[in-house]
């Protein structure tokens, strides 16, 4: 038998195209009847997103751009005295420029007081206060190459000085994951392995310094990484 097919006269594609215009029209007719009803409450919410819009704009332009440019300017003499190794004075100031503690407290949400935690808890770190340190170190959170494990790298260097080793290795471990780096990395994974060797975990040291041997071949530390591989596998 021969398949029956269904064959359309040009009659059923004219009434097919009437019927979608059709409602098409209807579509668009009651859109039109919706924006008539509800036309002012539309211009209202139309007008309010335009002022957040503005606002948005406004502020960004005249309220925090001008403060993110204040902020790095007052923290300018910080940063230097900070560069001198005058810690005390970069944190608190003097009867003229601001201190690091001073830049947090009325510019913390700008990126210069943001890094301003970071000096902190680096000064603090010199001074030996290692509380203090770990307490701005942890609300640093910045985000760029060398700061942040620099930053992690500190904490672990604050919390080896108050005799929490274990602490101590997790956070170096942390920095040197932090970004593959021939500067801060190597470094970090060192101190992780002599940690690991105080707390006499041998295989632990063992991987940090076999790491360094392995992916940081142009590191300071490289130069004298087997004599620590010696060790951490004498020790197992």
Known sequence: MQPILQTFTSTDMEKQIEEKNTEMGNIISRSEEFIQK???????????????????FGLRKWYFQPREVRAAEEMFAAEQWFD?????KALNGDDTYRGFLSVIDSYGSTKAGRL??????????????FDQAIHWLKKYNGKDTFTRPLAE?????AYMEKGETATAAKHYTA????????????????????????LENSQKALECFQKIKTEYPESTEWTEIDRYIALAEATK
Do not use: C, E
């Open 153 to 157: 790298m500190m904490l672990a260097d």
């Open 84 to 88: 001198q190794g005058d810690f005390d």
């Open 175 to 198: 920095s040197a994951d932090m970004n593959a780096n021939y500067i801060t990395a190597p470094t970090a994974l060192f101190k992780a392995g002599m940690a690991y060797l105080k």
């Open 116 to 129: 301003a935690k970071y000096y902190a808890g680096a000064s603090y770190l010199h001074l030996g206060n």
């Open 38 to 56: 509800n036309q002012k409450t539309l211009i209202i919410v139309v007008v309010a997103i335009l002022v957040v819009i503005l606002a948005i």
